[in-house]
């Protein structure tokens, strides 16, 4: 029988729906709009943002965390699809404390939010989605403790579960994220969605 390898070479199974990401050393789940995730695993959650807004929420002493993505503040009449903003933050949050967060331990980290579409000057979705996540999360009394949202670009960004760690790339404005965004919310405006749809 072959010896055990040493401890700091054995590592725990992939989380369901991972990938390993040898930059960030570490196992990584991506998070497509309309998807939210809460985890206590030793993973990285990550998510692309247009005018989206990701909400990161952990509970530090318990070390349980998630995110969530979401792309317009307001539900339509009977849908209670992550992909409306009070419907996922809510998602979120009851899931973590499930899991065994404390409620007067959350605190939260938000992005997003960039007016990414052109032309769009009036009430844009954007800044619609960024406070919609403020408003929120002051009436839930949960302090939100790092954000970057607003501005025109997309970024990317990857949430350490357990320990609050977030990464924040600001990537350049691209036509095809915002003719990719632009073509889903009209689809929105038709019919249900089903399933995720990535944007970027």
Not at 102 to 130: E, W
Not at 139 to 152: H, K, M, T, Y
Request: glycine share 8%; hydrophobic share 40%.
């Amino acid at each position: 029988m072959s010896p055990l390898a040493p401890a700091s070479l054995q590592r725990p199974p992939p989380p369901a729906g991972s990938y390993y990401d040898p930059t960030l050393d570490t196992y990584v789940v991506k998070l497509l709009p309309a998807d939210w995730k809460v985890s206590t695993e030793e993973v990285a959650l990550a998510t692309v943002l247009g005018s989206c807004v990701a909400a990161c929420i952990f509970d530090a002493t318990s070390r349980i965390g998630g995110m969530n993505h979401f792309m317009l503040p307001d539900a339509a009449p009977g849908d209670g699809s992550a992909r409306y903003g009070a419907h996922a933050m809510e998602l979120l949050i009851n899931a973590m404390l499930k899991q065994g967060a404390s409620r007067p331990r959350l605190q939260a980290k938000v992005f997003g939010g960039g007016n990414v579409l052109p032309g769009m000057t009036l009430d844009p979705i954007g800044t619609r989605n960024g406070n919609f996540v403020l408003d929120y999360l002051s009436a839930e009394r949960i302090p939100i403790v790092s954000q970057d949202l607003f501005g025109v670009q997309p970024r990317k960004v990857v949430f350490f579960v357990r320990t609050g760690r977030t990464l924040i790339k600001r990537l350049p404005a691209a036509v095809e994220i915002t003719r990719a965004e632009r073509a889903y919310r009209s689809q929105l405006a038709q019919k249900p969605v089903a399933g995720s749809v990535e944007l970027f």
